[in-house]
């Protein structure tokens, strides 16, 4: 079932038959660790985005244990229980364009620590491309960011969609809950995406929801519009409707700010916070629970780490298991460390 929802959803995205065989082979591996070390409540969790117009697929691997000890060596090949259809997560971890695991047994890589009843053994996470190209690969003063969007259970077209727009300068991301929108690459139709590609990303987060309520929709739209300016060192946020905010900044002076913002039927205070070395957001709709709770490890200051933490981890630890979501349900996980902030930040946990 694994192998070919992802290689499904990889040709939905327009991957090549290639490609989109070597997709199939990690959700094999990935599946096939779950039978060969009888991990408990283990399951496969497969989302394919669009983001920036660039398709992503997602292939997750979720357990509660037993957990690996030494991660590293078990990506490597070199231990003797890689015996998956290829070389076990070394296979994995080559044909992805980024890979990232935790594990509750490896203390160099620990997953995120929530509610113990919510507790996991061990997260993997390969993410995939169509083409060659590997934004992973930029520099430290690039975001990085992960995003699950799943239909409610009772089926029907979604009504959440993630969308990230960007000039190289200013990074905007807005998560949408509305009717007729798709998480599928091919439907900018819409005319509330249509609005969005027409408006220049440097206008404030404010401004565009004032446009998006003029857009001719059914109903008024739920929306969180995230702003980074990465040559500033900025964000700035506003939101309306159902839409949950979590955003942690830490600033250049070592001033830690949150922001929390809930589900509101109107308008809020916009959110502009700048001078940051490190960036933490999370946006949730409403077809999700509240996030359980993350609970501190010594050494952090909190969400923040080093080396961090990779978003799709972030993203796979804090979205429910299917049967908790009660309806179209989406989740965006952005994380930021500017080039300057990696010794601050390490200066600050030491």
Same mark, same amino acid.
């Given at each position: 079932?694994?192998?070919? !929802?992802?290689?499904?959803?990889a ?20 599946a096939? %660790? ?57 296979a ?21 620590a929530?509610?113990? $009843? ?29 995003g ?17 727009? !960007? ?56 929306a ?5 300016d ?15 905010l ?11 700010? !949150? ?6 039927? $109107? ?10 070395a ?15 709770? +993350? ?6 200051i ?15 630890? +804090?979205f429910?298991?299917? %049967? ?27």
């Amino acid at each position: 079932m694994a192998k070919k !929802t992802a290689k499904r959803v990889a040709l939905d995205l327009g991957f090549s038959a290639r490609r989109a065989a070597e997709a199939e082979l990690v959700a094999s591996e990935l599946a096939f %660790n779950h039978v060969m070390h009888k991990t408990k409540q283990g399951i496969i969790r497969i989302t394919g985005l669009d983001l920036a117009h660039l398709p992503v697929l997602t292939i997750a691997s979720l357990d509660e244990g037993p957990g690996i000890a030494n991660l590293s060596m078990a990506c490597s090949g070199k231990t003797p229980f890689g015996k998956g259809l290829g070389a076990g997560l070394a296979a994995v971890a080559r044909l992805a364009d980024e890979f990232s695991a935790c594990s509750c047994l490896d203390t160099s890589s620990p997953c995120p620590a929530v509610a113990p $009843e919510q507790g996991h053994g061990t997260v993997i996470c390969a993410t995939l491309r169509p083409g060659s190209e590997r934004p992973g690969t930029r520099s430290i003063g690039w975001p990085r960011l992960a995003g699950i969007i799943a239909p409610r259970p009772s089926g029907g077209q979604c009504g959440d969609r993630i969308i990230v727009q !960007t000039d190289g300068r200013y990074l905007r991301v807005t998560v949408i809950d509305t009717e007729g929108i798709s998480m599928w690459p091919g439907k900018e139709g819409h005319p509330l995406v249509q609005n969005l590609e027409r408006l220049a990303l440097l206008w404030p987060p404010d401004r565009v929801l004032d446009q998006l309520k003029k857009s001719c929709l059914p109903g008024q739209p739920s929306a969180r519009i995230l702003l980074v300016d990465l040559l500033s060192g900025s964000v700035q946020s506003a939101g309306m409707g159902n839409v949950r905010l979590v955003l942690h900044a830490l600033q250049e002076t070592g001033r830690h700010v !949150t922001v929390l913002r809930g589900m509101r039927g $109107e308008g809020e205070d916009p959110v502009l916070i700048g001078s940051i070395a490190e960036l933490w957001i999370m946006a949730a709709t409403d077809g999700l629970p509240p996030p359980p709770p +993350l609970i501190q490890r010594p050494g952090w200051i909190f969400p923040f780490r080093n080396p961090p933490i990779m978003p799709c981890i972030w993203t796979q630890v +804090l979205f429910p298991r299917h %049967n908790e979501i009660r309806d179209d349900a989406s989740l965006m996980v952005l994380t930021w460390q500017r080039r300057s902030a990696s010794a601050s930040t390490s200066s600050a946990l030491s």
